[in-house]
C-alpha cells in the first residue's frame, strides 16, 4: 500500500466498536480500513479483524450415499447433494467419522430426535422428562458467548425458522425444549430462537424486543433503520477514505434491501380488535424464509454485532413439508424411508435444496471484503446434523461441513475422514480454541481434534 493510499484511509482512527445513532437505533458498523493503526498496516493488517463462530442445525439427518464425497485430503470430489458448494470447495472443510453418543438412548428408550438437537452443541445426555426439571448441558456456542460476548452488542444470536414449544411432551417422553433450541446457556435454560426476520433485525439495531408492540403500532419500516441513522452515517462517509465509502455504501444498500424483503415477506396487516395480538410476520414461505435469516446472520458478522450465532433450520424431528420441491410428504415422515426408492429420492431432494441455501450464505460471505482477505476467511461455520441415516437413527459418522479458515487457523479444501465414534466434543474444543475461548474438556470430549 502506497504511503498516499495510506493516508487516505487513515487521516483519523475510527474504534472497531463505533456506531451510527439516532431515533432509538444504534447501527453497528462493517469492518473498514479506518479502524486500524497506520502501524497495523506495516505490522499486522488482519490482526483487528475477529473471528466468528457459527453453527446452522438441519433436521433428521441426510441420505449419506448423497451427501458424503469421495476422496479423501485435497483430492476429494464432492457429492451429489453437496455439489452446490463447488464454488466455495477450497474454502472449506468436509469432515467424516464425527460422533454424537449422547444423542443415542444409552438405556433411555426412544426419542431420538430430541436428543439430536438436545446434544448438537452440548454433547451430554438429556435428562428424559417431559416436565420442569430439564438438563442437558451448555452449548459450545455459549461457552464461547459467555467469554467473548462482552465485546460486541450481541454476545450471542439464535435465530430459527420454526417456532416450538418450551414446555409438554414432543418426543417419546422427552420435553418440547430438547427439540426446539440447540444454544443452552446453562444445563437447565435453553436459549430460545427468533425465527421472525423483523425482530431478529430489530435485535442487531437497538430495538428492544419489550417494544415490538410499539414499532408495530407505528409500522417501525414505514421509515428505514438508514433514514434514522442518516446524519451520522454523512458526518461518518466524510471522513473516510474512498475504499470505506464505498464499503459503507454497499452495506447501506444491503440493509436497504434487507429492509425491503422483511416488508414483502409480511402477511397483510388487518384491523383487529384491541384484544387480538398483532401478526408477527414470519414468511410462510421457506424458500422466502431461510435466505433472508441468512443474510440477516451475514449483517450481523459485517458489523461484529455478535461473533457467536446458531441458526436452526428446522427443529429437532421437523415435519415440514417442501411443496415448491414437488416432494410429496412431510419431512420426518419421509426419513423413515425404510429404503424406498421414491421416499429416498424426495428426501435427497431436501438435503440438496437446504445444502445449496447454505453454499449461497458461504459465497455470500465470500463476497464481502474484509481486512486482506472476506468475511468468510474470518468465519467458522459448522453446518450438520446430528443424525446421520435417519431411517436407522444413526447419530455416528455425521454429515459435517465447515466452511471459513477462522483467520486462517483452519486448512480448508479437503476432506478428512477421522476414526470411527470420534466425539464431535473433540471438534468444539477445537473450535473453541479459534475463537480464543478454549476449555479444558468439553460435553464427551477425550481431547482436540488434530489435522484441522
Known sequence: ????????????????????????????LPWLEAMMSSTSFAAAPTAAVPTRMAFVFFANGAIMKDWTVKGEGKDFELSKTLSSLAPVKDD??????????????????????????????TAS???????????????????????????????????????GRQAGVCDSGYSCAYQSNIAWRSPNQPVAKEINPKL?????????LTDVKKSQDRDFYRTSILDAVSEDASKLSGRLGRTDRQKLDEYFTSVREIEQRI????????????????????????????????????????TDSTRVATFMLANGGSNRTYSHLNVKGA???????????????????????????????????????????????HSMILYGSGISDANR??????????????????QTGRHLVYEKETPMANLYLSMLDRMGTPVDAFGDSTGRLTNL
Open 1 to 28: 500500500m502506497s504511503s498516499t493510499t495510506r493516508r487516505n484511509v487513515t487521516n483519523f482512527q475510527l474504534a472497531r466498536r463505533n456506531f451510527m445513532r439516532g431515533a432509538g437505533v444504534v447501527m453497528g
Open 92 to 121: 472449506c472443510l468436509f469432515l467424516s467419522g464425527l460422533t454424537h453418543d449422547k444423542a443415542r438412548a444409552n438405556g433411555d428408550g426412544g426419542g431420538d430426535h430430541a436428543r439430536n438437537s438436545a446434544s448438537f452443541l
Open 125 to 163: 445426555q438429556p435428562r428424559k422428562t417431559g416436565g420442569a426439571d430439564i438438563q442437558v448441558g451448555i452449548s459450545v456456542d455459549q461457552v464461547a458467548a459467555q467469554k467473548i460476548g462482552t465485546q460486541t452488542h450481541l454476545p450471542s444470536l439464535e435465530i430459527g425458522i420454526e417456532g
Open 200 to 208: 431478529a433485525f430489530e435485535r442487531l439495531f437497538g430495538m428492544s
Open 263 to 302: 416488508g414483502r415477506a409480511a402477511p397483510q396487516k388487518r384491523q383487529l380488535p384491541p384484544e387480538f395480538d398483532i401478526p408477527q410476520g414470519v414468511p410462510a414461505d421457506v424458500d422466502a424464509h431461510i435466505p433472508l435469516m441468512y443474510d440477516i446472520l451475514t449483517l450481523a458478522f459485517q
Open 331 to 377: 419431512h420426518h415422515q419421509l426419513s423413515h424411508h425404510r429404503d424406498e426408492a421414491d421416499k429416498v429420492a424426495d428426501l435427497q431432494k431436501i438435503d440438496q435444496y437446504l445444502a445449496k441455501e447454505f453454499a449461497r450464505f458461504v459465497k455470500k460471505l465470500k463476497s464481502i471484503p474484509e481486512g486482506e482477505g472476506t468475511l468468510l476467511d
Open 393 to 410: 437413527h444413526r447419530h455416528e459418522d455425521l454429515p459435517i461441513v465447515i466452511a471459513g479458515k477462522a483467520s486462517g487457523q483452519l
